[in-house]
């Protein structure tokens, strides 16, 4: 049976989006503290993150503020953004997931359709 948790990757990725559609600013290290990536360390979020975001401030942020190390650089709140590659994949996951309930849905008025045209022949009503 599949699981039905989602990747880190995928709850990093939610998280980002949800913060951007608010405007609100937040730190690799607040990141992690949060309740929503609960599990996830600060190391992880700021190597998800140095792949899956666009750099928050100027050419060099975004390694300088997902780096994670004595300096206490990545508790810089900034306003993060996906890259490209990452919104439009995720924005195919989330087409495959409402494909995936489409069809459940069309399966399931198939074979009412089905079950009615049997009772209709078979004259289940007369």
């Known amino acids: 049976m599949k699981s039905k948790k ?3 990757v995928l709850k990093v990725v939610n998280f980002i989006l949800n913060k951007a559609e608010n405007n ?5 290290q607040s990141a992690a503290d949060s309740k929503e ?3 996830l360390n600060r190391y992880q979020i700021g190597r998800m993150m140095r792949d899956i975001c666009l750099a928050p401030e100027d050419e060099g942020s975004l390694i300088r503020y997902t780096t994670v190390d004595n300096t206490n ?3 810089i ?3 993060w953004q996906l890259n490209a590659n990452a919104y439009f994949s995720y924005q195919s996951h989330e087409s ?3 494909a995936i309930k489409a069809f459940y849905v ?3 008025a198939a074979a009412t ?3 009615g045209l049997a009772m209709d022949i078979f004259g289940a009503f007369s």
């Not at 609100?24 to 690799?28: A, L, Q």
């Open 6 to 8: 989602h990747p880190d």
């Open 24 to 28: 609100e600013k937040f730190s690799v």
């Open 37 to 39: 990536l609960n599990g």
């Open 73 to 75: 650089i990545d508790n």
């Open 77 to 79: 709140p900034c306003h």
């Open 96 to 98: 495959i997931q409402i």
């Open 106 to 108: 069309a399966v399931f």
């Open 113 to 115: 359709a089905v079950v």
